[in-house]
């Protein structure tokens, strides 16, 4: 008897020791969201204790991820802004909303009180976002934290995802969408998928199918499909508030609800006898702004699709889309220009000529004040401009491209036909890796601190280099054909295309994919459940020691 009585204590240890591992574990938090308003997004998971209200949680997660976050106190509360340099801009009325996730509806709301007089007890997310009053809520959500919202992730280009990381990635699924090639980026947020099919094509290349716009789940399961013209497709959507926003060769931009395909609006930029839309677009606080093959750009009301302005920037562009920062508009143009423009009225600021076609698209790099370019033709380079005057900065030859260059924490990557091509911030070749004798592929994509490019040759490969120029990993994509896109990253998948008409999902498997932010720390060993188990083993070695000598 009293073997078994030492027997139950100690399982009631282990139980209290157990017990207190998950409550550990259990410990409530509340995910902050910072969503800049240009595509970028922020996320940190706050530990959340008694007596703390949504500032205090705001104030614990700008910490962790190292964002300047300024405040003011009154006896109205705590006004918050700017952060990280952004305040009330009264010339858009972009200004810093406060918004609380709702856990029934599974929806963000914007919340009728103060951050400092919202209990953080029992919230799940909250965020803070940069727009206009009466703006879209973020994309972004506690479960599907990371959209990929336009061609190149930001308004700015990027080219990026900082709080990514895909080691060794492996095909996780492949869908043949059966309309022809895809020469179209992957776009998606809150667990769908959007790509635009080129149309199926007849012996002598006229067109058996129109384009369509697709909508996948993140299984790869098609969840709707709308005609968007014909013609050529190289443009990538763009997904803004509860729309997805396709451009088609056909000149003409189609707007449709997001979730079930139900078409909102069209425009017609009139440029679809020189190439269509061959730009992708790009969203300023309420507008679209996109630029046609006939050499203008347009201004259009997100809304209801009405034309705000449009401008004639040059004879022609063809694939340069439109960056935006601080309220300007950067695009290149086949004339070898990259020019600037106001963003509220599309006045003229700026244009220099870097020398060959611009058909890349230009980057921001908005910590540096510069504009980054890479230009087509033999005598191709990357050129840096000063963001406010146009003046070159440096400008290195790297060979000729028409693939946008992307911003890493190293410098600026930029992919040739033969090499993916490392830059420092001063304009020198850090490295290149070879990619072999290609045709020149689609823009190169940084996730963590790997680079991911997809060759255009006959038998396309999806290749991985770290920061350093060292090879990750090759990955055929099959059935072989050429490929044009540059890969994204969406709810910890990675995702290309091919002309072949496949989208393919690669991840890294049974390691974890989405790194949250900078504030989280290895899971601690769980010493108290080991020492729980060892006072188990004492006590039954005890006891059954007492009942032998019973014995």
């Not at 209290?16 to 595509?39: I, K, P, Q």
């Not at 694939?319 to 020019?339: K, L, Q, R, T, W």
Request: proline letters at 4%; charged letters at 15%; glycine letters at 10%.
């Amino acid at each position: 008897m009293r073997f078994l009585a030492g027997l139950i204590v100690g399982m009631m240890v282990l139980a209290t020791f157990a017990g207190t591992v998950s409550a550990a574990e259990e410990e409530d938090t509340c995910a902050v969201l910072f969503d800049f308003g240009n595509g970028r997004v922020m996320w940190a998971d706050v530990p959340v204790t008694e007596d703390m209200n949504a500032f205090n949680v705001t104030a614990e997660a700008a910490d962790m991820l190292d964002i300047d976050l300024q405040y003011s106190e009154s006896t109205f509360g705590v006004m918050v802004g700017p952060i990280e340099g952004m305040d009330y801009n009264p010339a858009t009325g972009q200004f810093w909303g406060f918004i609380i996730w709702n856990s029934t509806t599974a929806r963000w709301e914007s919340s009728m009180s103060g951050a400092d007089a919202v209990p953080a007890d029992d919230l799940e997310a909250l965020a803070w976002k940069y727009d206009a009053w009466g703006g879209p809520m973020p994309l972004a959500t506690p479960e599907h934290r990371y959209p990929w919202a336009s061609f190149r992730y930001d308004a700015m280009n990027a080219g990026s995802q900082e709080f990514g990381n895909i080691d060794h990635p492996a095909l996780n699924w492949s869908k043949d969408l059966g309309n022809g090639a895809i020469s179209s980026s992957v776009i998606g947020a809150n667990g769908l998928l959007y790509v635009i099919t080129g149309g199926l094509l007849n012996e002598d290349w006229s067109f058996a199918s129109n384009s369509s716009l697709f909508c996948l789940d993140t299984t790869g399961k098609i969840v709707w499909n709308k005609d968007v013209g014909t013609g050529f497709q190289v443009a990538t959507p763009l997904l803004y508030g509860e729309m997805v926003i396709a451009p088609s060769a056909d000149g003409k931009l189609y707007a449709f609800d997001a979730a079930d395909g139900e078409e909102v609006w069209t425009f017609d930029t009139g440029s679809a006898s020189t190439f269509g839309i061959t730009s992708s677009p790009v969203a300023y606080v309420n507008s679209i702004i996109v630029a046609a093959g006939n050499g203008k750009m347009f201004s259009i009301n997100a809304a209801d699709g009405a034309e705000n302005w449009n401008v004639t920037v040059s004879q022609t562009i063809y694939s340069s889309s439109p960056a935006i920062h601080e309220g300007v508009i950067f695009i290149g143009d086949d004339s070898g220009n990259v020019s600037a423009y106001a963003a509220d009225d599309g006045s003229y600021l700026w244009s220099t000529t870097v020398g060959g076609k611009v058909r890349a698209s230009p980057l921001v790099d908005a910590d540096n004040d510069r504009v980054i370019v890479t230009s087509s033709g033999a005598n191709g380079n990357m050129t840096a401009l000063n963001f406010t005057t146009g003046a070159i900065d440096w400008q290195t030859h790297i060979g000729g491209t028409s693939a946008s260059a992307a911003l890493s924490s190293v410098g600026y990557v930029a992919a040739t036909a033969t090499d993916i091509i490392m830059m420092d911030l001063d304009g020198d070749k850090l490295w290149n890796y070879s990619l072999g004798e290609t045709f020149g592929g689609g823009a190169p994509t940084v996730v963590g601190d790997t680079i991911f490019a997809v060759t255009n040759e006959e038998s396309s490969r999806l290749v991985a280099v770290d920061l350093t120029g060292k090879m990750v990993k090759e990955v055929v994509l099959e059935p072989a054909n050429y490929a044009m896109c540059a890969p994204t990253f969406i709810d910890g998948f990675l995702f290309v295309t091919s002309n072949n008409g496949y989208v393919y999902a690669l991840s890294t498997g049974s390691e974890e994919i989405i790194t949250p932010g900078p504030e989280d720390a290895p899971e601690e060993f769980p010493w108290l459940l080991l020492g729980g188990i060892a006072a188990v083993i004492f006590i039954v070695a005890v006891g059954l020691m007492y009942w032998r000598k019973k014995a």
